[in-house]
Every structure is written in C-alpha cells, then in structure tokens.
C-alpha cells in the first residue's frame, strides 16, 4: 500500500488533506475520525443570521470523501500516541497511522468571567462553530423585540476568522434594519483595531448610519467601556468595568485556543496554539503528526477557512514526499477572506504566501493580493459579493468533494 493516514477533523483542514491525499495517491490509506454526520460551514453562517441563507444552505456531508474510498470513522479522537502512532477513539478503536493529521478547530476559554461557563452558552451563544449556535443566535434575533439591544463581544487575537465578528454585526444589522429598525447592534472589543476596519467603518456608514446619532451599530473597545467583569444569562445583563447593559441578545465570542484534542496530545505550546514546521506543517512537539488549519501557529496567515483549505493541500504534498522518500517542493499558500456587509455591499482582502526556510515563518508576498478599495464603486461592491459567492461554492466542492 501507499501507506496510512488518519486524520483527526473532518473539517475544512482535515477534508482537504484527505481529498488531496487520494487525489494525488489512491494507495493511500485515509481515514477521518469525525464526531458529526454532516458539517455546518462557518463561512456564509453570518449570512444565515442575517436571514439570508438557511442552516441546511451550510450544512455539507461527508458522501464526496466517501465516493474517493476515504474512511469516515464517526467518532471522537481520545487520544493520539506519537511514539505508538495510533489514534484512539472515544468509542474505543486504536487507527494505526504512519503520518497523522490533526485538524480540530478551536476550543473556548470559559473561565475568568463571572457568571459565565459552558452551560451558559445555550441562552448566550458564541455561534463560532456553525450548526445548533447558529439557529440559537437567529431564533433570539427572531424573537427579540423592535427596539432591543444585541450586543456581541469581541476575542482578542488570535482567533478565528478576524473579520467575522464585524461582518456578524453588518449582518445582523441588515436584518434589524429591514424588520426592526429601532434595534441596536454594540460590538465591545478588547481590541483597538480589527480587521478590514476602515471598509466596516464605511460600509456602515453606507448602510447603517454609521457616524449620526442614529446609527445601527456601535462599536466600542474595552478601553473605553472598560472590560467584562460579569455575564448574567438569567437576567441578560452584561456589566464592565465602568458600565452595565441589558441586551435583548448577547453574542459572546470567547478567547480561544486549539481544539482540545490538540491540548490534550501535547501539540501545543504555552500560547495554547500548537508550533508546526511552516513547509509541511509537521507539529514542532511531535515527529509524525501534523497540525493544521485554526490549531496551528501560521504566522501571518489568518485563521480561516481558506487558510486551513490552503494548509490542507501543502500537508497533503509534504506527506506523499515522506511517504514515497522523496523531498518536499517549496510551498506557496493563498488566503482571501471576503465580508459581505449589506445587500450588493461586498469587499475582501487577499494574501499570496511563501514559506521562508531561513526563518521558519510564512511570509505574505510583496505586491500579491491587497484590499478592496474604501472608495470602490457600487458596480464594484456588488460584484465582490457575487465573488464571495462563487468562492463558497467553490471551496466546499474543494474541500469536500
Ligand atoms: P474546523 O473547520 O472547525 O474543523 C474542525 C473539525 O474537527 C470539526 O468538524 C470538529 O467536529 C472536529 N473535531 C474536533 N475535535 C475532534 C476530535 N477530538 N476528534 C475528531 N474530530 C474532532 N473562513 C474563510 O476562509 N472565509 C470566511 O468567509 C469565513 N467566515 C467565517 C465566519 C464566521 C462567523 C466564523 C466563525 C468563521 C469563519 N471562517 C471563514 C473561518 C473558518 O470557518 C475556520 O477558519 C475553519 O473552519 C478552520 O478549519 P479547521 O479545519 O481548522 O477547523
């Protein structure tokens, strides 16, 4: 045979390695050890707050990876053994593998404010992983009154998606407007800038009457507000450091770090992320395994999906070098995260990378990619949505076949 991989997350990661693994070696034993039957995409799940696009509109199932001869174990990892090289499963089962890949997503600090755990999470959702979270957000918005408040709380980076909280307050903002238009949206931010913020900043001033007194979203950093000392699910009420809210909706996006399988196996370093070689994502802990997507320190690529699709095929490459005892080409990466603000009002930003040995770093290329321009032309914003479209499309026919 070709050899064995098992692969841990059947996310966006973890699927791209194993259609690119079988694409490029049929041989090759893949396996995924994945929990869900189907998966919700994060991308366009904004939208599905915004009441744009439905819930099954996001779900993706695992029959394409199957169709290539992949193995779907429906299960969750328990344990990797880098030394052993096996994967075990919660449900018992030990995968033997000669290289494996561990794709996990993120996990949630939940400690460190008051009143806030895990199990407040089903009346303050976090909707940073798509399915169940997400229709729990939009059943609030819903629900809630003409004239309520929501009010989503930023992370601190890193974290996945940079752009996402804004892009949620564009969309939540957009269905307020057309269905409750005395509603607010106030973004608390421990952060001081954020991503693509001065195409937010205009598209809200476009679309949501950013900058009056009547402005739809408000955007506040911690600095001013001060830090959130206390979230009372019971009573919804936020309170900081210098003030108290009482939101119809709050939206709490906790810290993060690695998927907990990836803790758990010792992948990761003290920042809670998880140290890789930058040409083959090898983890730089344990020979053998490779870490990708959100769990993985990638210096200047962002946490998204297009980046862990991106990491997924140099993976695949770097492991069908090793497993053939050929030498791995020098690796390029591609990353373009666009945001969709309000009907026909798109923008992006797009990044070319290149693996940089002498520092072990991934570096953006000089003049690749850039920004949409502030000052585009509404031609322009709209034709950057229907991008935005094409490429979902495109990248879940990628990723899952
Ligand atoms: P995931 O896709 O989360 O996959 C991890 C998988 O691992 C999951 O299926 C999980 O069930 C599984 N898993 C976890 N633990 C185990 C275990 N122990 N055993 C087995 N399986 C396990 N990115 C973009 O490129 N463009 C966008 O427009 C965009 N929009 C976004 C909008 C929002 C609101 C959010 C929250 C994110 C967005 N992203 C976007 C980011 C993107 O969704 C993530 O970066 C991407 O999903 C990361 O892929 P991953 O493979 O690392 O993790």
């Not at 029959?63 to 429906?74: A, E």
């Not at 030394?83 to 600090?109: K, M």
């Not at 990044?351 to 991934?362: G, M, S």
Request: glycine share 10%.
């Amino acid at each position: 045979t070709g050899g064995n991989v098992v692969i841990v997350g059947g996310g966006v990661g973890g699927a791209t390695t194993a259609r690119y693994l079988k694409l490029a070696n049929p041989d090759i034993s893949v396996t995924v050890v994945e929990p869900k039957s189907s998966y919700h995409t994060c991308f366009m799940s904004n939208e599905v707050l915004g009441g744009e696009r439905t819930l099954e509109g996001i779900e993706v199932g695992y029959d394409g990876l199957k169709s290539m001869g992949i193995t779907m174990v429906q299960d969750r990892a328990s344990g990797i053994d880098p030394d052993a090289r096996t994967v075990t499963t919660a449900g018992g089962e030990t995968l033997n593998f000669d290289r494996c890949v561990v794709a996990p997503g993120i996990s949630f600090v939940t400690d460190g404010i008051e009143g806030y755990d895990e199990a407040a999470q089903e009346k303050i959702p976090h909707a940073w992983q798509a399915g169940p979270q997400t229709a729990l957000l939009r059943s609030q918005l819903e629900a809630m009154e003409d004239g309520g408040l929501v009010v989503i709380i930023a992370p601190p980076n890193p974290f996945r998606c940079p752009p996402g909280p804004y892009e949620r307050a564009s969309m939540i903002a957009h269905y307020l407007k057309a269905e409750k238009p005395k509603s607010k949206v106030m973004i608390l931010d421990p952060k001081e800038k954020f991503s693509k913020q001065g195409l937010f900043m205009q598209a809200w001033k476009d679309l949501y009457g950013h900058g009056t007194d009547n402005s739809m979203i408000e955007w506040n950093t911690f600095s001013k507000v001060g830090a959130i000392n206390k979230l009372d699910a019971a009573a919804m009420t936020v309170e900081t450091d210098f003030e108290s809210f009482d939101p119809a909706v709050i939206n709490y996006i906790p810290p993060q770090k690695a998927g907990k399988i990836a803790l758990d196996a010792d992948l990761a370093d003290d920042s809670g992320w998880c140290p890789v070689d930058k040409m083959t994502f090898e983890s730089s802990k344990h020979a053998g395994v490779h870490v990708i997507g959100d769990a993985a320190i990638a210096t200047a690529m962002p946490k998204s999906g297009y980046s862990a699709n991106s990491q997924g095929k140099v993976t695949a490459a770097a492991i069908v070098a090793a497993l053939a005892g050929k030498e791995m080409p020098q690796p390029s990466y591609v990353n373009t995260c666009y945001s969709i603000a309000g009907t026909d009002y798109g923008f992006s930003v797009a990044a070319v990378y290149r693996y940089k040995a002498d520092d072990n770093t991934i570096a953006g290329v000089e003049g690749a990619g850039g920004l949409t321009p502030v000052d585009a032309s509404p031609e322009q914003r709209k034709r950057e949505v229907a991008f935005a479209h094409s490429w979902y499309n495109n990248i879940r026919k990628d990723t899952w076949g």
